[in-house]
């Protein structure tokens, strides 16, 4: 069965600081894709940043990057110069290309302090 | 306009129950979810569709039922509600190579 396993339940830094969110995950297919969702206090679940795991080079958006270790099956989130409104619960998830389903770890939530 | 849609965004409702959360998208994606989300244990599946001939249980299916009505419609119904059905619930669509996109969630009750 595939897994997402996030350990960091709460983080905090300072604004304009980069602070790393970890992820690792399993499963047994070859071909999948991972994501990190944000959802703010409005509960909304936003995309952040997808990685296809056939895609050796990691994905980037903005101030968000991922470093995406395929054999050690990590896929962390990095937010670089942070911002208030980076302040979120942050979900890990990877997508079954099997079934198409979306497995979710428990989140991590960030706080971002002025 | 939002690509998935979910009605009512809160609700208040006793014991015993039956209750239907409705979900509808407009980008004709072809897979279709709910999910449950819940503090400290992220969101798990409930079911899952791929069309309407195509109904999956997930995780934690015990207690919930759902309809696929139309490719863009897709209900998850608690046919007796009890209180440890608590929580937020998202519906979500999305195609094989698209990320999911969710709706804005419903804060269920069972009081």
Not at chain 2, 81 to 107: D, K, M, S, V, W
Request: charge should be positive; proline fraction near 3%.
């Amino acid at each position: 069965a595939q897994t997402v396993t996030q350990s960091q339940p709460e983080m905090s830094v300072q604004e304009a600081e980069t602070v790393t969110l970890s992820c690792t995950y399993d499963t047994s297919e070859n071909n999948y894709y991972l994501f990190w969702y944000k959802q703010p206090p409005s509960r909304q679940m936003i995309l952040v940043i997808r990685q296809e795991a056939y895609k050796q080079q990691n994905a980037t958006e903005n101030r968000f990057s991922v470093n995406f270790q395929k054999a050690a099956k990590s896929f962390s989130l990095k937010i670089s110069d942070s911002q208030l409104g980076d302040t979120a619960m942050y979900f890990c998830a990877l997508k079954d290309s099997g079934t198409y389903k979306y497995i979710f770890g428990t989140g991590t939530r960030l706080k971002v302090l002025a | 306009d939002a690509d998935v849609t979910q009605t009512p965004r809160n609700r208040i409702t006793k014991t015993g129950k039956r209750i239907m959360l409705e979900c509808s998208q407009t980008k004709g994606h072809d897979r279709m979810y709910w999910y449950r989300q819940d503090p400290g244990l992220g969101l798990r599946l409930i079911y899952y569709s791929f069309d309407v001939k195509d109904i999956n249980k997930g995780e934690i299916s015990d207690g919930y039922s759902v309809s696929r009505q139309a490719q863009a419609k897709f209900s998850l119904s608690l046919e007796s509600a009890i209180p440890n059905q608590t929580a937020l619930y998202f519906c979500a669509a999305g195609n094989p190579n698209t990320e999911a996109f969710f709706g804005q969630g419903t804060r269920l009750t069972v009081v």
